[in-house]
């Protein structure tokens, strides 16, 4: 039986529940780095946001736009309205949400905060801006699972665990961005880690909700994978790409980016 038949069976909520439980879960491992270091050297953490900016962006093409295109080529509608027209609404949502949910980047001082004016502590507002840009990954997830289930086929089944893969592989990262800074304001170690994890809660429901969606509504998918891609694509850009490179280490960060490409574009085509 081919491999893909074990993931066929199940409900494609429940694959998206599971992925998305997974994703989280390898936060959680990435933010229990915080254990064993209250410390990490800069150069590395650059290179691991650049690694993850990587996988993000093959992801994004390869496990999004890719089947977009051929399913709106499938439905008899040109490919760059939904392509296009969905990749900047994803985009736009996540613009919309940053300007409306106060939050703060890693390793920024507190008066940089972004969004309306609060006075949440800095470690509610770190955990929101890791939060706000895990949901899109969320949605990906989901609809990426949904989109396999109503086509079918083991390509695009494939294509969606290699997405998962890959969304865990970047969210290592991400965990530890998140735990890391409240450690070295002198938050203990269980909290530091607790609010590192709890970053990526949102993954697994935001995975439902996209699967749900989509089942309920198949001939958005085109649409729905484009959005999920352009949401990804701009926490890449707006978030990923600037930190990794705010310390001058612009050839580290390029170089880990090409390496976490490259890996996630030979996952998605080796299993696909």
């Known amino acids: 039986m081919d491999w893909t038949e074990s993931v066929r069976h199940l409900d494609p909520r429940l694959q ?31 290179a691991m946001l650049g690694f993850a900016a990587g996988i ?20 008899g509608t040109p490919a760059w309205i939904p392509v296009a027209g969905g990749f900047v609404l994803g985009a736009a949502f996540l ?5 409306l ?16 004016r609060t006075s949440w502590e800095r470690a509610t507002l770190i955990m929101l801006a890791i939060t706000l840009h895990n949901i899109p990954e969320g949605l990906a997830l989901g609809v990426a699972f949904g989109a396999a289930a ?16 890959g969304i865990g592989l970047q969210n290592l ?3 530890l961005a998140v735990a890391l800074p409240l450690r070295q304001a002198g938050m203990s170690r269980a909290r530091s880690l607790w609010y590192g994890q709890l970053s990526a809660a949102v993954e697994p429901v935001a995975a439902v909700i996209g699967a749900a969606a989509v089942l309920v509504m198949h001939t958005i998918l085109p649409y729905a994978l484009s959005f999920a891609a352009g949401a990804m ?10 930190e990794a490179q705010r310390n001058g280490r612009t050839d580290l960060a390029t170089s880990a980016a090409i390496v976490g490409f490259a ?7 080796g299993l696909g």
């Not at 694509?233 to 600037?242: G, M």
């Not at 890996?263 to 998605?268: K, N, Q, R």
């Open 16 to 46: 998206a529940l599971l992925a998305g439980v997974f994703t989280w879960a390898i936060t959680a491992i990435g933010a229990a780095l915080v254990l064993g270091t209250r410390r990490l050297p800069r150069g590395t953490l650059d």
């Open 56 to 75: 993000m962006i093959a992801a994004s093409f390869w496990s999004l736009l890719a089947p977009a295109v051929v399913m709106a080529e499938a439905q």
């Open 95 to 99: 613009r919309i949400a940053d300007s």
């Open 101 to 116: 949910l106060p939050h703060l980047h890693p390793d920024l001082p507190l008066e940089s905060a972004e969004g309306p």
């Open 150 to 165: 109503i086509d079918g086929s083991a390509a695009l089944y494939a294509g969606a665990i290699a997405l998962t893969i």
């Open 173 to 175: 990262p991400e965990g």
């Open 233 to 242: 694509i701009f926490v890449v850009i707006e978030e990923l790409i600037p």
């Open 263 to 269: 890996l996630m574009t030979a996952l998605d085509l």
